[in-house]
């Protein structure tokens, strides 16, 4: 074996080896996109061709391969198997692989210092053997942003299963994953002089490091702001006791008389078409009982009846419905109300936990040089994470919300959809608050860019997209352009350096 080759070895397997995986997570994708808005089983049929219901042998069923194999059509009755499947599975794959080698593979063989090596976030440094949690947390989110994307370019729908699988996994594998660096280790501390380096005291050799101001993988609170842990808990209980509330019928759900206000609002439209046509359609008919001895009496009925119809099943009108719902802003004041106990709770959370901590290590003391309250004593490394991991989701969430309402208040039509609040709020649990408040802010920047390219190479805008795919997309490019977001925060606010991010 080459020198080299041996060289590589180590790292280049765990590399075709996460390529692989995803591309196995774009097939699972092809099939949540194809069987999720369907309502059928995800797991239980095994992969069918659509027409003739061949059964794929395995061979066939090997991403990317697999259609390349077939041709793009079925080995049975020939039909054509779209292009999607295999592009969708490679995209996942060089998103996998991609994100893979970035974080731990170019920046230890290209230098921190180029391009490439310097998009991996500080933590990545710490290497795949101490990192991996983290990065599997970050690789399940962007397999589900991915289906999500295409579900929601399609039918204007998130489903929400979709983002609660990365929540829950953040949830479980951020927070394990500190327990065991926690107890392994114990809580890391800061390294005098050098922010972002910490000194792990029960294993003196080892350096563990993060962005500047940061502890871990995500974004927290820091290790002694026990209040941003107690609202985190807080809030998140608060959310428990108002989806309890919505189940036990305390609080309603908002539009919950959208279908009846649809079925009511097109038999009024139909009326008002079949009202409107009846002149003409008089006419026309009397003109064919000229010409024929046999008039058939209801085509102008007919016709005048598929007018509505015909235009219900453009996705176009599928919005102007629902943005033509007209209590919309009354609607709103049922959200406010659901989101009354995380608030309250968040913030009694947040009073409880300074009580708790007095009372376990002491009070709260005032730095009387810098101003500030010094908190007691450190929190336990994974609690520190949990609350980065509760108050990410409920923050990112929040955010959205907050303009949702706002907007919806303002313009008295439905702004941002509920589907694009989970969506932020699982992006928050996995990356910490940060990354998904600016993503929110970047999409509307990514919006403006594809509705300009639409123009460009269609002439016109074709339809009003859903804001799912521009919150996903700009939530890559956060993900995948720190340094250049950093530089441009650091401009924006006329700092001398780039702004740092966990
Ligand atoms: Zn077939």
Not at 287 to 295: E, G, I, N, V
Request: contains cysteine; glycine residues 10%; hydrophobic residues 50%.
């Amino acid at each position: 074996m080459p020198e080299w080759l041996i060289y590589m070895l180590p790292w280049l397997s765990v590399l075709v080896f996460v390529t692989a995986v995803g591309a196995c997570i774009g097939s699972l994708v092809n099939v949540l996109v194809y069987r999720l808005p369907l309502g059928l089983d995800v797991i239980v049929p095994t992969s069918r061709c659509p027409k003739c219901d061949h059964k794929l042998t395995w061979r066939e069923n090997i991403p990317i391969f697999g259609w390349l194999l077939l041709r793009g059509k079925c080995r049975f009755c020939k039909a054509k198997i779209s292009p999607e499947y295999p592009i969708v599975e490679t995209v996942v794959a060089l998103l996998f692989g991609g994100i893979w080698a970035l974080w731990y593979v170019i920046p230890d063989q290209l230098g921190r210092d180029t391009v490439l090596g310097s998009i991996a976030p500080e933590w990545a440094l710490n290497g795949a053997a101490m990192t991996w949690p983290a990065t599997v947390v970050l690789l399940v989110l962007v397999g589900c942003l991915v289906a999500m994307t295409i579900i929601d370019a399609r039918t204007s729908t998130i489903r929400l299963e979709l983002t609660w699988v990365p929540a829950g996994v953040a949830l479980v594998l951020h927070t394990a994953h500190a327990w065991w660096f926690y107890h392994k280790y114990g809580n890391p501390a800061m390294m005098p002089g050098l922010e972002g380096a910490w000194i792990v005291p029960n294993a003196p050799r080892m350096k563990w490091l993060t962005a500047p101001g940061e502890v871990w993988t995500l974004a927290t609170g820091g290790l002694a702001n026990w209040k941003f842990i107690g609202m985190g808990i807080g809030g998140t209980i608060g959310l428990g006791v108002s989806i309890l509330m919505l189940r036990f019928k305390l609080l309603t759900r908002s539009f919950s008389d959208f279908d009846e206000w649809y079925e009511q609002h097109h038999k009024e439209t139909k009326q008002l078409l079949n009202a409107s046509s009846d002149q003409p359609a008089e006419i026309q008919a009397d003109s064919d009982r000229l010409a024929s001895p046999d008039p058939v009496v209801p085509v102008p009925a007919e016709s005048a009846d598929e007018l509505p119809v015909a235009a219900e099943e453009t996705p176009e009108s599928g919005m102007d419905d629902w943005l033509q719902y007209p209590h919309a802003r009354r609607e709103m004041v049922k959200e406010l109300a659901f989101l009354c106990p995380p608030v309250m709770l968040a913030f009694l959370g947040s009073w409880l936990a300074t009580l708790f901590v007095s009372k376990q290590y002491g009070p709260w003391t005032h730095d009387s040089v810098s101003g500030q309250m010094i908190a007691p004593a450190n929190a336990p490394l994974w609690l520190v994470v949990l609350g980065g991991v509760l108050m990410g989701y409920l923050i990112a969430g929040g955010v959205v919300w907050a303009i949702r309402i706002g907007g919806t208040m303002a313009f008295g039509k439905e702004a941002m959809g509920l589907g694009d609040v989970h969506m932020m709020a699982a992006v928050g649990a996995c990356l910490g608050w940060i990354d998904p408040t600016l993503a929110f802010f970047l999409a509307a920047f990514v919006g403006v860019a594809y509705a300009i390219v639409a123009q460009v190479f269609r002439g016109k805008l074709s339809k009003a997209m859903p804001y799912g795919p521009f919150l996903a997309v700009a939530t890559m490019m956060v993900v995948l352009g720190k340094p250049l977001v950093e530089m441009g925060l650091g401009r924006l606010f006329g700092m001398d350096a780039p702004m740092n991010l966990p």
